[in-house]
């Protein structure tokens, strides 16, 4: 074995959080380079994992596996192939970022940066786990630290908001526990030995009953993590109270976990359920899509507004995973990027005018382009973004997955098109009213414009959002096997197949041909 | 080995309950007389235990005494969990101790007479024997609960713990009797014993025997705390005073555990389908009575109390999986048994060694009053909340595997359920210690005085939470020599 730079990337922010909190109390100017510094390295890593990543093979990379406890076959065992090498990409990406937008946090500095480097270590962690037991202690440790950060350094509700948090993902996980366990004992009835090593467990053979009830268990606990309708109620609330870079993580990162998660697990472990469920799962993620529009638009709170934007743009992702189209995976997962990249810019923006005005209600803004032509020119760059237009990167996310979609489902593909003219909606609305006009309010003729720091945090968000939009190749090119492989296995273990251009289903191949 | 060498942990112990009595009369020392004597007695203890452990462990069951003391390596194990314990119980309790007067000298050889008992119902190979060392046991305990006699509410738990407690132990020997009506024998090994007359026997009419079985399983679930059996614990751990309570708690689940373990699996072990799925409703009934009872708590040891009933449903756990389970058993309860003990270490530095009650309003803003207190504290309870990275994580693993190797989904279903019910309530006393505002912590001390044995426990049942979390995997591989005959 070669380095094991898996283990580094997900070491890296875990000791830092260690090297934060043996700080001098008194050095707290201190704590911020140091932790901005460790979550650099992590990033540079992470770019080194890139840079050496082979394209074009399916299967896992980078792989390091030691055997940790025979009896119960768990071993530590991890490795990257192209969907969580772009997960890593993305954590490792938003947190320099997110750490850099947190100079508002003033008490208990040291706890904070700790905290939030002890989060990174864990979602970097659940991306890269390839044993079934390793990733859900990866998963439920990761609660914690996000738990004091939204609960510690979040707004006037913060205590309800993060327990709300942390008991509806442990409910989730709770269930998804009960199926690992279940998993790997029915891997040692067929195996002779009992594994919770996620590729072996590819080889067994699992019935009908066994795959609907843990599909459901693993689905149960992504679903709230995605959140997919109606498991999201638990968003808003922790979106609204956490600071602002613990939303930009929770929109940027954690939600992609349980969209990470369905496609991982579910949909390679499960395939004959996931088969079967494809239209339940798809509805629920058509009604997120426009139920979380609707009720964005009608928002009168600014950051409450990106949070049920968040449950609409989800949905596409979910979407795109069970449509089980290439293209639709194919966007799905580079819609996780997308939404990663706006969302997080999103709300790092309406931290920034959080920061300037302590008020997020939208009536009290109007006409800030005036005042604020630079913050005003990004808002409505990523909002542009974040709405799908041409040649931003939302526009190839949501294009292949209704393309996907419409392969398998083009009902419901039909349907998820609304959720894309409700995004223009509510986001163009809110801009509207934020920046365009006269000022209405005189506490906001004197705001500040962006300063320096808040444009370098942003720069880079702006420049991926462009070249993702333009030449979104590299991207698909490493999602592409993965992906492939996902759909291969579904096909060689059901009697599914994967619609294809000109294959549509009803019509035989000659009537499509001209 | 001989027959003295298998008692010698007892009698060690005893000894120096008799040393620390007699030194006490004739000359009065200072109390750090009475730390070394208990000091000596208990490493000598588990320096025996852990010497029968290298010899025995894997090995059959040696058999001693007219076969009532079982040498195994599951009382070894016992003995090497349940001394230390008690120096750690007794360092926590140590300011107590000494601000008994001289009547400290009493409490430090009662808490010495209770790691015997407690060892002892681990190794008896004899009911009759075993009902001695619980009642060694649980008496002692009863006297420790009150030890504070000013104050009243340390007379109720004492008086409680007493009344109820006796009245288990009749169930207990009425058990005992019922199982020798059926059987002819109170021994578990050996050619005239329960086992091999349970095993080679076809009882036609096991009324007898059943009832007997029920009444043993009630007789210990009291002493274990499981629901429905648990009502005395939250008033006993309420009442007693801080310093000694977590020694209650973890010596009365190591000990209790221990001889469940050995009479369903050795001496009932043939009759495993009678009594798995009793245990498993007892074990659903703990977790489901103990959590959502704790939720309502607003004081942290009564919190910690139902909180207990709740793990004792999570240690029956494992015993649905029979001997299968015992080594999964006893790492949940050696690493439970520590939290425990740490937590109600910290309540005692919170609220004072001698008071009964810990009103969570005592733990407002523990996290700026005493930072390491709270960090401590928030370790412990993230680890009976089963976070991961923590034993309690590795703990309940180990048991829900082996419940539902076992055929027990649903009651793990159960447990899972209660797990995320019950973070609600650790996450109320870290709510406490950390999220509440500045002006609710107004009064209390800033950094409450923690003695040198506290930080000392506390010191260890984090570093045990820790390692153990992180790499359970020696230990368990370990347990799995932990097993009765």
Not at chain 1, 122 to 132: E, P, Q, R, S, T
Not at chain 1, 380 to 401: M, T
Not at chain 2, 295 to 310: E, F, G, N, T, W
Request: net charge neutral; with cysteine.
């Amino acid at each position: 074995m070669d380095f094991p730079i898996l283990s580094v990337i997900v070491l890296l922010p875990a000791v830092g959080g260690l090297v934060v909190l043996a700080l001098p109390r008194r050095r707290t100017e201190l704590v911020l380079p140091v932790a901005l510094a460790l979550s650099l390295l992590t990033l540079g890593a992470a770019c080194r994992l890139l840079a050496s990543f082979e394209v074009g093979p399916a299967g896992f990379q980078f792989q390091e596996q030691v055997i940790w406890y025979e009896p119960w076959g768990v071993s530590y065992h991890l490795g990257v192939d192209g969907i969580s090498l772009l997960m890593v990409l993305l954590t490792a990406f938003l947190f320099p970022i997110a750490l850099l937008a947190s100079t508002a946090i003033t008490h208990r500095v040291k706890g904070y940066f700790a905290s939030m480097l002890f989060l990174e270590a864990g979602i970097l962690g659940v991306f890269v786990a390839l044993d079934l037991l390793v990733f859900f202690a990866f998963w439920e440790v990761m609660l914690v630290p996000m738990y004091f950060i939204i609960g510690m350094w979040g707004g006037e509700r913060r205590v309800y908001a993060a327990v709300k948090f942390f008991l509806f993902t442990a409910l989730g996980s709770a269930l998804m526990l009960a199926g690992i366990l279940a998993l790997a004992l029915l891997a040692g009835d067929q195996l002779g030995r009992p594994t919770f090593d996620f590729v072996e467990l590819l080889g067994i053979d699992l019935g009908r009953t066994a795959q609907f009830w843990m599909f459901g268990a693993f689905a149960l606990s992504f679903g709230i993590k995605v959140p997919l309708f109606p498991l999201h109620t638990w968003l808003p609330d922790a979106h609204v109270e956490a600071p602002t870079a613990g939303s930009v993580i929770l929109a940027g990162v954690l939600l992609k976990m349980g969209a990470y998660g369905l496609i991982r697990f579910n949909l390679t472990l499960f395939p004959e359920a996931s088969v079967d469920l494809m239209p339940v799962l798809a509805a629920l993620a058509v009604i997120g899509i426009i139920y979380g529009a609707v009720v964005a638009t009608v928002q009168t709170d600014i950051k409450r507004l990106v949070a049920y934007s968040s449950v609409s743009h989800l949905g596409f992702v979910v979407l795109g995973i069970f449509a089980l189209t290439t293209q639709g995976l194919q966007g799905g997962v580079v819609q996780m990027v997308n939404h990663g990249l706006t969302t997080g810019a999103l709300f790092l923006l309406v931290g920034m005018i959080y920061e300037r005005r302590h008020t997020r209600r939208i009536a009290d803004y109007g006409g800030l382009a005036t005042v604020m032509p630079v913050f005003a020119g990004i808002f409505l760059f990523i909002s542009l973004g974040s709405i799908g237009l041409p040649p931003l990167n939302g526009f190839v996310g949501e294009f292949l997955v209704l393309l996907g979609a419409y392969l398998s489902l083009p009902g419901f593909a039909v349907a998820a098109v609304l959720g894309v003219v409700l995004a223009a909606v509510y986001l163009l609305w809110a801009y509207q009213r934020m920046f365009t006009g006269p000022i209405t309010v005189e506490a906001n003729r004197g705001l500040r414009d962006l300063g320096f720091r808040e444009v370098v945090l942003l720069a880079p968000i702006v420049a991926l959002v462009l070249l993702l939009g333009i030449f979104p190749k590299p991207a698909l090119d490493r999602v592409g096997p993965a992906v492939q492989g996902i759909l291969d296995r579904i096909e060689a273990t059901t009697d599914y197949v994967v619609p294809q251009f000109g294959t549509e289903a009803g019509l035989p191949e000659a009537e499509v041909r001209p | 080995m001989n027959a003295f060498l298998s008692a010698a942990p007892e009698v060690a112990l005893a000894a120096a309950v008799v040393l620390l009595l007699m030194v006490e009369v004739a000359f009065k020392p200072r109390p750090a007389a009475w730390g070394a004597i208990a000091g000596a007695g208990l490493a000598a203890a588990t320096g025996f235990s852990a010497w029968q452990w290298a010899a025995y462990r894997g090995a059959d069951a040696g058999v001693f005494w007219h076969q009532t003391i079982a040498v195994d390596g599951f009382a070894a194990f016992a003995g090497m969990l349940v001394f230390p314990l008690a120096a750690l119980g007794l360092m926590s309790a140590w300011r107590l101790a000494v601000s008994q007067g001289r009547r400290g000298a009493e409490f430090v050889a009662l808490v010495l007479l209770a790691a015997t008992g407690a060892h002892l119902m681990a190794a008896a190979a004899d009911l009759v024997v075993l009902f001695i060392g619980l009642e060694i046991f649980s008496i002692s305990l009863y006297v420790l609960a009150g030890f504070t006699r000013e104050r009243v509410d340390a007379d109720e738990a004492s008086l409680k713990y007493f009344l109820l407690g006796a009245f288990a132990s009749a169930v207990f020997l009425y058990g005992v009797a019922l199982v020798f009506a059926a059987t002819g024998s109170t021994k578990i090994y050996g050619s005239g014993g329960i086992a091999r007359y349970l095993a080679g026997t076809i009882i036609f009419r096991p009324g007898v025997l059943l009832a007997g079985l029920a009444l043993l399983l009630a007789g210990m679930a009291f002493k274990v705390s499981a629901a429905p059996f648990h009502v005395w614990a939250p008033d006993v751990y309420q009442g007693a005073p801080g310093g000694i309570t977590g020694f209650l708690a973890a010596s009365a689940k190591v000990a209790g555990f221990a001889a469940l373990a050995r009479v369903l699996t050795a001496a009932l072990g043939p009759r495993a389908a009678d009594w798995v799925p009793a245990v498993a409703v007892l074990a659903a009934v703990s977790v489901v009575v103990g959590t959502l009872l704790a939720i309502v708590q607003d004081d942290v040891k009564r919190l910690l109390a139902y909180s207990s009933v709740a793990h004792a449903g999570f240690i029956l756990t494992a015993l649905v999986a029979g001997r299968g389970g015992l080594g999964d058993m006893w790492f949940y309860l050696a690493t439970y048994a520590v939290q425990v003990l740490g937590a109600f270490t910290v309540a005692a530095a919170v609220s004072g060694d001698g008071a009964g009650r810990s009103p969570l309003r005592h733990w407002a803003g523990l996290g700026r009053r005493s930072p390491w207190l709270a960090a401590t504290m928030t370790l412990l309870l993230l680890a009976m909340g089963g976070i991961p990275l923590t034993a309690g994580f590795a703990g309940k693993v180990a048991v829900f595997r082996a419940a539902i190797d076992a055929g027990y989904l649903w009651l793990v279903i159960v447990a899972l359920l209660a797990t995320v019910a019950g973070l609600y309530f650790y996450l109320r006393v870290i709510v406490a210690m950390y999220l509440s505002a500045p002006e609710e912590a107004e009064g209390l001390p800033c950094g409450p005085p923690v003695g040198w044995g506290a930080r000392l426990v506390l010191a260890v049942a984090s570093a045990a939470t820790l390692v153990l979390g992180v790499a359970p995997w020696p230990l368990l591989d370990l347990l799995r020599h932990a097993l009765p005959l």
